[in-house]
């Protein structure tokens, strides 16, 4: 078995694709209609394309235990996933520059430094960098 | 404060209150790092970070749950992918990352990447292609 594709549960895919484009940096890799209202929609790192993709999935839309899960999650600041950051303290300020509000500010944490973002999709989101 | 950043703080000041030892792995890193492409062994580490090698060991395991030796390896096998990605010859990206014979090199390679260097390489060049 391989890990090709994992899933990020979004509010709104095109609100979120344009977050993880147009913001994160990431590249559209696969946009497939699945019905009116949900896409099979990935996308990757622009520096790994052939990497795993992130599928930007409409769950918390369709399934109030997934809505309720990632209000929970939400809540308590805990990220829904992570992601490798060269340099989370310069991706810091080029996000904040670009109106994303952190709920946790590049922290050193023993061998890692953290930070944690809101995805304007109803998740956080951390960045690490391995120090 | 969220939830999460007050876990965070309990596992920064359960986990990590001894900054003697967090400096000597995180040294150790970047030593790798910067000169994982020359001979790197333990001895020379533990001199570097003035350390038993044995200690040093335990160190890196515990902080980074790898030993020195497979970070190396792991460290290696990154920029041989980088490098095979940009056309560079199996022999040179092997030389070029520390490695010391292509046999070796192409078998460790299969093994932690799941495909041969060779059918990497024509992978990669030809998902540039399309």
Known sequence: MKVKVTSIPVQDQEKALKFYTEILGFVKKVDV????????????????????????????????????YQKALFDAGIPYTQFNSD?????????????VEFSVKPTEMG????????????????????? | MTYYF????????????????????????HYINNHFHKELNLDFLSKVRFTSKF???????????????????????????????KGVSITDACFEVGFDSPCSFSTL???????????????AIFTKSV
């Open chain 1, 87 to 99: 340099n989370v303290q310069l991706d810091y300020e080029r996000l904040v520059s670009l109106g």
């Open chain 2, 109 to 123: 390679f299969k093994s932690r990447v799941g495909v041969s260097p060779n059918e990497f390489q024509k992978r």
């Open chain 2, 6 to 29: 007050k876990q965070v703080s309990k596992v920064m000041n359960d986990c990590y209150p001894n900054k003697g030892q967090l400096d000597t792995v995180i040294g150790t890193r």
């Open chain 1, 33 to 68: 209609p699945l019905s009116e209202h949900s896409r099979w929609l990935t996308v990757v790192s622009k520096d790994e394309q052939d990497g795993v993709e992130i599928l930007l999935e409409p769950a918390p839309n369709h399934f109030e235990p997934a809505k309720v």
């Open chain 2, 55 to 85: 200690h040093l060991i335990r160190l890196f395991k515990k902080y980074y749950g790898q030993t020195p030796k497979q970070y190396i390896i792991d460290k290696r096998i990154e920029q041989a992918k980088s490098l095979l990605k």
């Open chain 1, 111 to 131: 061998t890692v430094k953290i930070a944690v973002f809101n995805d304007t999709c109803g998740n956080n989101i951390q960045i690490v960098e391995m120090l």
